[in-house]
């Protein structure tokens, strides 16, 4: 094989998040498919939760952080409500350019439909 492809095809196991304030280090492993699954299932169902941005993070960290996978995720929300904003929500988007999903590309879509779909 070459050398980009050996790279694609065995991407690192372990993957790390600098948070822009405090500068803290998480380390995540990358999802499977089906964590990625259920995280997209739990998400869904948080519509309309104005808290749903810490309860993501929440279900992220216990789900693909070794170093919080033992933690309530009563106890990880409370902890990420205290966290300052910019740390608070460097985790989601993280998680999403992890899975492959580039989420500014997502919101220029959604605003794109929107405009398609709403008389003005």
Not at 63 to 76: H, M, R
Not at 106 to 116: G, P
Request: aromatic fraction near 6%; hydrophobic fraction near 40%; proline fraction near 4%.
């Amino acid at each position: 094989m070459g050398i980009l492809l050996d790279k694609y095809t065995q991407p690192e196991k372990m993957v790390e998040l600098t948070l822009p304030l405090s500068k803290d280090k998480i380390k995540f492993h990358r999802p499977s498919v089906g964590e990625t699954k259920t995280l997209s299932e739990y998400s869904q169902g948080l519509e309309s939760d104005d808290k749903a941005d810490v309860k993501i993070a929440a279900k992220v960290l216990k789900i693909l952080s070794d170093e919080f996978a033992g933690e309530s995720e009563t106890e990880l929300r409370k902890d990420l409500a205290a966290m300052e904003a910019p740390d608070r929500a460097a985790i989601v988007p993280f998680y999403f350019k992890l899975i492959g999903i580039d989420r500014d590309e997502l919101l220029d879509k959604a605003i794109a439909n929107l405009t398609k779909t709403t008389k003005n």
